[in-house]
């Protein structure tokens, strides 16, 4: 009877022997190359985004206010039914002109927070947001700002020749733009909040990166983003 349990101990603890443990190091490998390719994912549907919405110029953002601005935000994807209480909806990425007039390497974000009751309509919604003066791109180096209270937005014009009757949109610092279902038209993101995706910068540039270096254009520019130079080029020179 004792030489039959013993047997059963032994056989029981050989057993515990081969379940494999699992390896810390593998798990955040795993980790993280989920994220360097949601980054990517998100590079190239920002890119998708501009151009789609470019093909169509009489229903686009005008050419001359996409060339003349300072910065440009976008958020692709925002799902249905995504409600602004505090909460994180939508990821996307920022990319500021330099003084040479090129534009500097992509800095990723979030955009979230706002009042209460607004909401994102159709099945998934992108969202472009043209910052049209340095005083934008200048909140834009704050790890966090909240549209419409520490910079000013308005629903952006739609059109080729829409630039005519904008002169009253240029005081505000931020041009806001939104596509559902096809249809594309300026919207109000009055209270939604910006906020860095450390993230996501880590998985491109290796290390934590402050919204100061993309505003300023001292990151190297990563390979994965040459389809959305590519694309800004093209549109916005």
Known sequence: MRNHILAGLLAGSLGLALVPVADPFMSEARA???ID????????ASANVLQEIMGAPDKGIPRDLLRDCAGIVIIPGVKKGAFIIGGEFGRGLMVVRQPDRKWGSPGFLTLGGGSVGFQIGGQS??????VMNRKGIEKLAESKFKLGAD?????????RTAKANTDG????????YS???GVFAGISL????LTVDDDANKAIY??????????????PRPPQASRLFTVLRRYAG
């Open 151 to 159: 910079a000013s937005v308005a629903a952006g014009p739609v059109g």
């Open 179 to 181: 596509r559902s279902q």
């Open 206 to 219: 290796g290390r934590k990166v402050a919204h100061t270096e993309v505003v300023e254009g001292t990151l």
């Open 169 to 176: 949109k240029f005081q505000a610092q931020i041009l806001s």
């Open 125 to 130: 919604t992108d969202i472009i947001l043209l």
């Open 32 to 34: 993280a190359d989920k």
């Open 190 to 193: 009055e209270g939604a909040t």
């Open 37 to 44: 390719e949601k980054v990517q994912d998100r590079l190239n």
